[in-house]
């Protein structure tokens, strides 16, 4: 009994000093090194970690030396920081966006929206088309699409008037639906040009206009499409210098490959003028739907000033990795 607990005693020590060192590393917003921001990414996990680290260390201590304390200093800090960031996507803080009920609200003025990434090897298309037949939203964002789910879901170009879509092969196509007119689309392709994003304005029954883009930028992990681009260079930093200029009110929803506490979506928010609809509502971790522990919030609606939520949520899984985000928003 005493060898165990002595391994586990190293054990929650080695634990510990390994977590430390992933939160110490995950602030160094300024090294462009893939690895190091996807660091960023389970922070969640990680506090819990740190958290029963600092128990298991204290329970099971029995010598307070220097080392000792320094060990606490070090989880109680990791701790700390690690609550910092994940705070703001509890239910403990004010709503950023501003929540409004259903009947106060002007049918004409809102407007409800579904994102989903497909995952491209997905093949269960039809589960995806019943959630959006059970969800009923106005507009429907998809993402990762090829030839082949484009085809899958051409029911939709019937069931919405309006829509736009670029197929590719590569995990970036996208296609966007409406019910709603959508005014002077355009296909942009900021960092790739294999990556598109959408950038529309789109008009509501009561006449009132809001500019809508759909992104999905590459994730900060090493692939075909590296990011060797400084911070603000990279597609959701361009989006909100767009949006800057427009002077509209504006959605901007997809799949940012970022969680919603990074360094990038921070300065998103603080440039583009725009208001993360999770804070104060909760996480609504959307990747990884295979997985019960290894999840994080990746897809993301960010509003302007002018609009209030009515709902926000998290959906069924359908066979992707993700799980499809709808929200319901009013234009005041």
């Known amino acids: 009994m005493n060898i165990l607990r002595k391994v586990i005693f190293y054990l929650v020590i080695l634990v510990s000093v390994a977590i430390i060192g992933v939160t110490m590393l995950s602030l160094l917003y300024d090294v462009n090194v893939w690895w190091i921001k996807t660091l960023d990414f389970p922070r969640v996990q990680c506090f819990f970690i740190l958290l029963l680290g600092l128990l298991g260390f204290i329970f099971l201590n029995r010598h307070w030396s220097w080392g000792a304390k320094?060990?606490?200093?070090?989880?109680?800090?990791?701790?700390?920081?690690?609550?910092?960031?994940?705070?703001?996507?509890?239910?403990?803080?004010?709503?950023?966006?501003?929540?409004?009920?259903?009947?106060?609200?002007?049918?004409?003025?809102?407007?409800?929206?579904?994102?989903?990434?497909?995952?491209?090897?997905?093949?269960k298309a039809n589960a995806f088309?019943?959630?959006?037949?059970?969800?009923?939203?106005?507009?429907?964002?998809?993402?990762?699409?090829?030839?082949?789910?484009?085809?899958?879901?051409?029911?939709?170009?019937?069931?919405?008037?309006?829509?736009?879509?670029?197929?590719?092969?590569?995990?970036?196509?996208?296609?966007?639906?409406?019910?709603?007119?959508?005014?002077?689309?355009?296909?942009?392709?900021?960092?790739?040009?294999?990556?598109?994003?959408?950038?529309?304005?789109?008009?509501?029954?009561?006449?009132?206009?809001?500019?809508?883009?759909?992104?999905?930028?590459?994730?900060?992990?090493?692939s075909e499409h590296p990011d060797n681009a400084g911070e603000k260079e990279i597609e959701i930093i361009k989006v909100g210098q767009m949006i800057t200029q427009e002077q509209q009110p504006a959605i901007v929803a997809g799949d940012f490959n970022d969680v919603a506490w990074s360094h990038t979506s921070r300065l998103f928010h603080t440039e583009g003028q725009l208001y993360d609809t999770r804070i104060g509502r909760g996480l609504y971790s959307s990747f990884d739907a295979t997985s019960s522990i290894m999840r994080w919030p990746l897809d993301h609606i960010y509003v302007t000033k002018e609009f209030k939520m009515i709902t926000l949520q998290r959906l069924d899984k359908f066979g992707s990795d993700h799980f499809p985000i709808y929200a319901e928003l009013v234009l005041e």
Do not use: C
């Not at 689309?185 to 206009?209: A, I, K, N």
């Not at 809001?210 to 090493?222: E, K, R």
């Open 129 to 222: 088309l019943d959630i959006v037949q059970e969800a009923d939203p106005d507009m429907v964002l998809v993402m990762e699409t090829d030839q082949w789910w484009m085809d899958a879901i051409q029911p939709l170009q019937n069931q919405y008037a309006y829509h736009h879509e670029y197929p590719t092969s590569n995990t970036y196509g996208m296609g966007l639906y409406s019910r709603f007119p959508m005014l002077d689309m355009q296909t942009e392709f900021f960092q790739h040009d294999s990556v598109p994003s959408f950038h529309t304005q789109v008009q509501l029954p009561s006449g009132q206009t809001f500019m809508f883009h759909g992104v999905h930028p590459v994730p900060p992990v090493h």
């Open 70 to 123: 320094l060990l606490i200093l070090g989880l109680v800090s990791s701790v700390g920081l690690q609550a910092y960031f994940i705070y703001p996507y509890t239910s403990l803080p004010a709503k950023v966006v501003p929540s409004i009920n259903s009947d106060s609200a002007s049918d004409a003025s809102t407007v409800s929206l579904l994102i989903a990434n497909v995952y491209m090897y997905n093949r």
